[in-house]
C-alpha cells in the first residue's frame, strides 16, 4: 500500500524557516518524481513544486512563480523521504502542505498525482 | 483568479447525475493537456479520482467518468450517493505558467 506522510509542520513566525518532510512507502521511491502542493485556509488547492528522479535528468526541480527563490525541494532516495525547505516565510505561506506521488501517462507528459499525504499544517505569524 | 474556472456547487438528489464542467483556456486544456479530478472528502486527503481526462483509478467506482473537449473537461457523477459529497478539483497543466493549476474546486451536496 502507498503511503505518504508529511511531517515538520508548525507554528513559525514570519521571515524564519521551516523544513518539512514526506516519508514514503509501499512503492520505488526513486522511481517517481514528487510534487508538493499546499491549500490556504478556506482556499483551494495550489501546486508548490516537483522535484524529478536522478534517472530523468539528476533531480531537477521546479517551482510556482509565488514561491521560487525561497523553497527547495530536495530528495533522498535511500531513506524514501522528500523535503521541502521553506525559508523567508511569509503569512501568506500559512496554509495545509501536502506531499504527493507523481506520475505521466507518457514520458515527457506533465504530471498528475496519484497519492497524496494526509498533509502538515503551516502556520506563519506575523 | 483560477485559471481553470469551476462551478462552486453542484446539487443533486440520490440517485440523480450531476456534471461538473472545468473551462480553460487555449495554454491549459485547450493545447491540448490531459484533465485530472480529485475528489476531497471533509477532513480528508485529496484523492484522485479520473488522471488523463477519462481514465479512472483501480478502486474508483465506474459511476464517476471524466471527458474533455476544446478547452473544456466535465466530471460526471451517476447514480448519486450520499458518500459523494465532497469538493471536485480539475487541474491541468498550463503552459504560459509552466506549472500546474487547479479549478477552484465544486462542492457537491447531496440533496
Known amino acids: 500500500e502507498v503511503q505518504l506522510v508529511e511531517s515538520g509542520g508548525g507554528l513559525v513566525q514570519s521571515g524564519r524557516s521551516l523544513r518539512l518532510s514526506c516519508t514514503a512507502s509501499?512503492?520505488?521511491?526513486?522511481?517517481?518524481?514528487m510534487s508538493w502542493f499546499r491549500q490556504a485556509p478556506g482556499k483551494g488547492l495550489e501546486w508548490v513544486g516537483f522535484?524529478?528522479?536522478?534517472?530523468?535528468?539528476?533531480?531537477?526541480?521546479k517551482y510556482a512563480a509565488s514561491v521560487g527563490g525561497r523553497f527547495t525541494i530536495s530528495r533522498d532516495d535511500s531513506k524514501s523521504i522528500a523535503y521541502l525547505q521553506m525559508n523567508s516565510l511569509k503569512t501568506e505561506d500559512t496554509g495545509v502542505y501536502y506531499c504527493?506521488?507523481?506520475?505521466?501517462?507518457?514520458?515527457?507528459?506533465?504530471?498528475?498525482?496519484?497519492?497524496w499525504g494526509q498533509g502538515t499544517l503551516v502556520t506563519v505569524s506575523s | 483568479q483560477s485559471l481553470l474556472t469551476q462551478p462552486p456547487s453542484v446539487s443533486g438528489a440520490p440517485g440523480q447525475r450531476v456534471t461538473i464542467a472545468c473551462t480553460g483556456s487555449s495554454s491549459n486544456i485547450g493545447a491540448g493537456y490531459d484533465v485530472h479530478w480529485y475528489q476531497v472528502l471533509p477532513g480528508t486527503a485529496p484523492k484522485l479520482l479520473i488522471y488523463g481526462s477519462s481514465n479512472r483509478p483501480s478502486g474508483v467506482p465506474d459511476r464517476f467518468s471524466g471527458s474533455k473537449s476544446g478547452t473544456s473537461a466535465s466530471l460526471a457523477i451517476t447514480g448519486l450517493q450520499a458518500e459523494d459529497e465532497a469538493d471536485y478539483y480539475c487541474q491541468s497543466y498550463d503552459s504560459s505558467l509552466s506549472g500546474y493549476v487547479f479549478g477552484i474546486g465544486t462542492k457537491v451536496t447531496v440533496l
Open positions: 509501499g512503492f520505488s521511491f526513486g522511481d517517481y518524481a
Open positions: 504527493t506521488r507523481s506520475s505521466s501517462l507518457y514520458t515527457n507528459s506533465p504530471f498528475y498525482f496519484d497519492y
Open positions: 522535484i524529478r528522479t536522478r534517472a530523468y535528468g539528476g533531480t531537477t526541480t
